[in-house]
């Protein structure tokens, strides 16, 4: 696709249960970044890929988070028990090297109640 | 420890006016300054970037100012139109490309441009 498609849009859990939200990075784009935007705050880093491997999960806030790239495009964050702290909206983005800037996703907003 | 700040949570100015949007920083690795705009229920939007060994960059009508001594960046829109009200956001990065590795941002102003 033409950009960086987020599936779910939207996601109601309930606490305690588990969720996967999915990223289509832009074809070729070999760098994914998840990112993490609670309400009146700027995105905050979770973890960076290049290619299939993780070069940088420094920004996973605990062991209930857990991210993949299996075959270097499609990406999935997964929240285990998730906790009502985990509402927020999960932006994915990539990039190619050499290119100043992501190209962000529109988003999954994710509700725990 | 919030390493990229924007102290202004919002900014209202008039169309055809200068819009000054202000970001403070505090890590000296930080070597490259990116601005992002982002509209209600989209994802932000790669605006400008500048680079630590230069203090200027602009792009039509927008213009990036960076004062290393002071850890400080601007971002300066003139003239400013309805179209540019949204939330902005200031990103530091300290891999010398803004375009690998993690941004840290900031809270974001949300700029008014008045008809």
């Known amino acids: 696709g033409a950009g960086v498609s987020q599936t779910p849009s939207n996601k109601v859990t309930e606490k305690g249960k588990y969720v996967e939200l999915r990223c289509d990075p832009i074809s070729g784009h070999t760098a994914l970044y998840w990112y993490r935007q609670s309400l009146g705050q700027g995105p905050e880093f979770l973890i960076y890929?290049?290619?299939?491997?993780?070069?940088?999960d420094s920004g996973l806030p605990n062991d209930r988070f857990f991210a993949v790239r299996p075959e270097g495009s499609v990406s999935t964050l997964k929240i285990q028990r998730t906790e009502r702290g985990d509402s927020a909206v999960y932006l994915c983005?990539?990039?190619?090297?050499?290119?100043?800037?992501?190209?962000f996703g529109s988003g999954t907003r994710l509700t725990v109640v | 420890d919030q390493q990229v700040k924007q102290n202004s949570p919002s900014l209202s100015v008039q169309e055809g006016r200068i819009s000054i949007l202000n970001c403070d920083y505090t890590n000296s690795m930080f070597d490259y300054f990116l601005w992002y705009k982002k509209y209600p229920a989209e994802g932000p939007t790669f605006l400008i970037s500048i680079s630590s060994i230069k203090d200027k960059n602009e792009d039509g009508r927008f213009t990036v100012f960076l004062n290393k001594s002071a850890k400080h960046l601007s971002l300066h829109i003139v003239p400013s139109q309805p179209g540019d009200s949204a939330v902005y956001f200031c990103a530091a990065s300290a891999d010398g490309s803004g375009n690998t590795g993690k941004l840290i941002f900031g809270q974001g102003t949300t700029l008014q441009v008045k008809p």
């Open positions: 983005a990539s990039s190619l090297p050499g290119k100043s800037g992501y190209t």
């Open positions: 890929f290049q290619g299939t491997g993780a070069a940088d």
